[in-house]
């Protein structure tokens, strides 16, 4: 098969560029079974220091390390991939103790995505947290988002619980990690803190209002996310990977529970190029983003990693490979789909906002394109398929669910006035207000109508901006959601 190195190369080149030399950057890379075949980098390794970026700088992945510990659980064969989480993790709540290991690594477990559990309880992610006491919290949450096998939806929340059933089975991530970096002659390690020394780390850049900052998190960071290395690293891993048997079943799509196939396999997101349907992942904490893309035919892929937040690495490693096949990129973006504004579904907490080329649901932004009079979003994780009803609501699919968003309305429901609790957090609702918050980050938040008993109200998290969904469930209940924790429930003081 013809592949277009000197044009993606060209490609990369100029992507690389535009990062500048004095700001953060990444690096790019692009490689076959005979090695590397393209290499570029820009930017800087430190905002305020000249060392360039390279190829050997070592970053954080994100969640570019969840495929790796899927194949963790493949190679090792401890668990198997149909025991539910319950059998090996006995303090489990029933709900997530029913979840198996297969729809925990292939986002259809409805497991509540930690960090955003702890957002919906006024921890930001500068918040320190062990790892003993996250198990300990998520194992008592008795709730899912959803149903197991009926949807996928992504959160990390499966790869934490995973990585603890192997530990209960004498599997520690961490080890098994280093001794596939010592079989391949890589730096690739599992840091589980963001204060874990890595010699040469490259540290994370956030735009803010007067330029950088370096990014922080304080959560234990689990196998969802904890490796780090440099893109050489990531690129031999992966051209390791192609070669065995693993790669195969960590890419087949896992169906749902009705038979309905997806686009996610485990630690793996198929995406189509042309004809072809081609695995990879993307990955982002807070200063970096990450992504690769493979063409296990081929024995080609794309790796991108960044030390610059602001940079759609998934995206990057797409196009780039998109130039190395060949193909055209057709899309078109859904810039006319409905009336922007505020959406919300009948009932329950589904809400979103429709802008031109993109929609925001619970909080979480995908990029919308034409298919065949569908406006369709391209991450297999995030599925959404919606066209415009004659009455001016949206229907369709997401997740590979039914959904009607019909447009938000004020219809005078009062607003659920007064103190709230929910595991030590407390919450205060008044005036059209939401009080979050202590001390000098206490925010005063409008509530925005969706009808129907449901609010908005924005809150923010290290400058960043949350839009949380409140939903009055009685006269003593509230719940808070965002887009991978919808589960969250104050009760009346």
Known sequence: ML??????AERASAIVE????????GVILGFDRGGIRLSVAGGVARIGEAAPLSADSPMRWASVTKHVLAETVLRTGVLPLDLP???????LAP?????????????QGGLPDTREMLTLLGLGTASVTDKAALLAFSAGIPRLNAEPGTEVAYSNAGYRLVEAALERRGVRFADQVAAQAARLGTGMRAMEYWSDPLPGLVPGHVPCADGWRVGFQGMHISAAGSLAGSATDLAVWLADLMTRPECATLSAPVPLRSGVGTGYGLGISLTTIGARRLPGHGGAQPGYRSGFLLDPKTGAGIVVLCNREDVAATGLAQQLMRVLLGV???ARPAASL?????????EGNLWAELRSGSITLRDAEEALVMDDGWAVSTPAHALVRLRPAPDGALEGEIGHLPVRLEPATDDGTP????????????LRIGAGHAL?????????????????GRWLFTVHDQGTPRRICLRRLNEDRIELSLSRARVIEYERM
């Open 3 to 8: 592949m277009h190195w000197a044009a993606a």
């Open 18 to 25: 535009e990062w500048g030399r004095a700001s953060p950057g």
């Open 85 to 91: 989480l319950g059998e090996e993790l006995a303090e």
């Open 95 to 107: 709900a997530p103790g029913s979840v198996t290991v297969r729809q925990a690594l292939s986002m």
């Open 328 to 330: 055209r990129d057709d």
């Open 338 to 346: 409905a009336a922007p504004g505020l959406y919300a579904a009948p």
């Open 415 to 426: 607003s659920p006035d007064g103190d709230w609790h929910a595991h030590g957090a407390t």
């Open 436 to 452: 979050w918050g202590r001390g000098p980050q206490a925010e005063r938040a409008p509530l925005v109508p969706l009808g129907r």
